[in-house]
């Protein structure tokens, strides 16, 4: 993913945290704390965030993971805007209605580019994802929060906490919660490397086996994860 677009989500400068729980997986354990003093989706001060420009046209995919089945969104420039794990499309058509109303939504074939990370990814190259290009709608906040979930290391962890510390405001764990809560994008804007501040798997609205399963795939070894091993459905890449 370019990295000269401020329109885009940012994968540099990986979250650093300070946590007194010795936590496996966590990310960059003893290091100081690095707050994001910039807004982490453009080198733009905070108060200069630019805006998302609204897409012409919204195109829905489907991809047949090795655990379940994905649907995708993308705009006109293959930016990536949703991502979503199961065949259920009503809560994605729902979703996408209310962030981009009036915006026609199509079928056709996940993107090329899209395509061959994902495939890359499943093969056992957890870093094919970082260069996927992702304009996810949200607020400000949201946005820097879903830019930092991109910065958490394949095989690595954080919780709220880790997150709102490295955004600069260790009280925001709620508010960090709330728009990992609200990512459009799974897998590729990782929600899944997120756990609880004592190191439990937590939740995820894609289901804890799915979560397992991501996370034992990218190498994560933590408590509740095990080995992902086979997958959860019996189709296989296409």
């Not at 200069?48 to 006109?76: G, K």
Request: overall charge neutral; charged content about 20%; proline content about 9%.
């Amino acid at each position: 993913m370019s990295t000269t677009d401020p329109n885009r989500l940012t994968t540099r400068n990986p979250v650093a945290v300070t946590s007194s729980v010795s936590m496996p997986g966590l990310i960059m354990e003893g290091d100081p704390v690095t707050p994001i003093k910039r807004n982490a989706v453009s080198d733009a001060p905070e108060d200069e965030l630019p805006a998302l420009p609204d897409p012409v046209r919204l195109t829905l995919a489907r991809y047949t993971a090795p655990f379940d089945e994905l649907r995708l969104v993308t705009d006109e420039r293959d930016a990536l805007r949703w991502l979503s794990i199961g065949t259920d499309e009503t809560p994605l058509r729902a979703g996408i209605g209310r962030r981009y109303p009036g915006v026609p939504l199509g079928e056709g074939q996940v993107p090329a580019p899209i395509r061959d990370a994902l495939d890359r990814y499943f093969a056992g190259d957890p870093a094919a994802l970082e260069r996927v290009d992702v304009a996810a709608a949200g607020t400000p906040f949201q946005r820097r929060v879903w830019a930092a979930l991109r910065r958490i290391p394949a095989g690595q962890t954080a919780s709220y906490r880790d997150i709102a510390t490295a955004l600069g405001n260790p009280m925001a764990v709620r508010a960090v919660g709330g728009a990992n809560g609200a990512n459009p994008v799974g897998i590729v804007v990782p929600c899944h490397r997120v756990i609880t501040h004592d190191g439990l798997i937590g939740g995820y609205s894609g289901g804890l086996e799915r979560k397992r399963w991501l996370l034992a795939h990218e190498g994560y070894t933590g408590k509740g994860v095990g080995v992902a091993q086979a997958p959860l459905v019996t189709d296989r890449l296409t």
